[in-house]
C-alpha cells in the first residue's frame, strides 16, 4: 500500500516563509487531507513540482489553487489529473508557466480554465491525446503567451491556431508528431507573424504546398525561420530547408 504523507511532516514546510520551491516529483505516496491542507498554506511559494507524483489529484490541486505567488506549476505524467482537477488553477494569476504533458485525462474542458490564467507565458501539453483544435482556440485569449508545446497531440490539426493570428508575443510553437496537422492547419501558423521557432516534425500529412503557407513569417522577421525536422523542396533560401 503507497505511503501516505505525514501531515507533521509538512507542518514545518507551511511555516517556512523562505521556502519558494517545492518538488515532490514522482513521489508515490498519498497525500492525505491535512496534508493538502498544510499545502495550501505554503501561500509564499513561487514554483510548485508535482511531475509524476501519481496520486496527485484534485484535493492536491484544490490545496494548490490557493498558492497565488505561485509562478511555475509542473504536472507532467501526473496520472489523477484531470479536467476536474484543473478547474482549481484559475485563481492562479501570477502563473507564467504550466506544464500538463502527458496528463493522458485532460481534454478541452481545461483548456477553457487555462485560457483564464492573464499571466501565462509556457504552456507544454505534449501528448495531450484529448486535447483538439477547439480547445486550442480557447488559448487565443492569452496575449502574453511566448512558448506553445503540443507535441504529440495527434488530434490538433492547425485550425484552431487562428486563435492566434493577432498574437505578437507567440516565439516558439511545437508540433511535433501531431498526425492530424495538414496543410490547412499551417495556413494559420502562417499567419502567426511573431514566431521564430517551428517544430514540425513528424507531420506527415505535411506537403510543399503547407511550407509555402509560411512565407509570411519569414518576410516578417526578415531572418530564416528556426524551422525543425521538416525536409521540403521549397527554395532554400526561403527557409533553408
Avoid at 86 to 104: D, F, G, R
Avoid at 128 to 139: F, N, P, R, Y
Wanted: proline share 3%; hydrophobic share 45%; aromatic share 2%.
Amino acid at each position: 500500500m503507497p505511503a501516505t504523507v505525514s501531515d507533521n511532516c509538512l507542518v514545518p514546510l507551511a511555516s517556512t516563509q523562505q521556502l519558494l520551491v517545492l518538488s515532490l516529483a514522482f513521489f508515490r505516496g498519498r497525500f492525505g487531507p491535512q496534508a493538502c491542507s498544510m499545502l495550501g498554506r505554503m501561500t509564499h511559494l513561487q514554483h510548485l513540482d508535482l511531475q509524476g507524483s501519481i496520486h496527485a489529484d484534485a484535493a492536491l490541486m484544490k490545496a494548490a489553487g490557493k498558492l497565488e505567488m505561485l509562478q511555475s506549476l509542473h504536472l507532467s505524467r501526473c496520472e489523477q489529473i484531470d479536467d476536474a482537477a484543473l478547474q482549481h488553477i484559475t485563481s492562479l494569476t501570477n502563473l507564467h508557466t504550466l506544464n500538463i504533458s502527458v496528463c493522458s485525462k485532460v481534454t478541452d474542458v481545461v483548456m477553457a480554465a487555462v485560457a483564464q490564467l492573464p499571466n501565462l507565458t509556457h504552456l507544454l501539453a505534449q501528448h495531450c491525446t484529448a486535447i483538439t483544435d477547439s480547445g486550442v482556440a480557447l488559448l487565443g485569449s492569452l496575449d502574453k503567451l511566448k512558448v506553445l508545446d503540443l507535441s504529440m497531440c495527434e488530434r490538433v490539426t492547425g485550425s484552431g491556431l487562428l486563435a492566434f493570428s493577432s498574437s505578437t508575443q507567440m516565439a516558439t510553437l511545437s508540433l511535433n508528431g501531431c498526425s492530424s496537422l495538414n496543410d490547412r492547419g499551417l495556413k494559420a501558423v502562417g499567419r502567426m507573424t511573431s514566431l521564430t521557432k517551428l517544430d514540425l516534425s513528424g507531420c506527415r500529412l505535411i506537403t510543399d504546398v503547407g511550407v509555402g503557407y509560411l512565407a509570411p513569417l519569414s518576410e516578417i522577421t526578415g531572418e530564416p525561420l528556426g524551422l525543425v525536422g521538416w525536409s521540403c523542396s521549397v527554395p532554400a533560401n526561403m527557409y533553408g530547408c
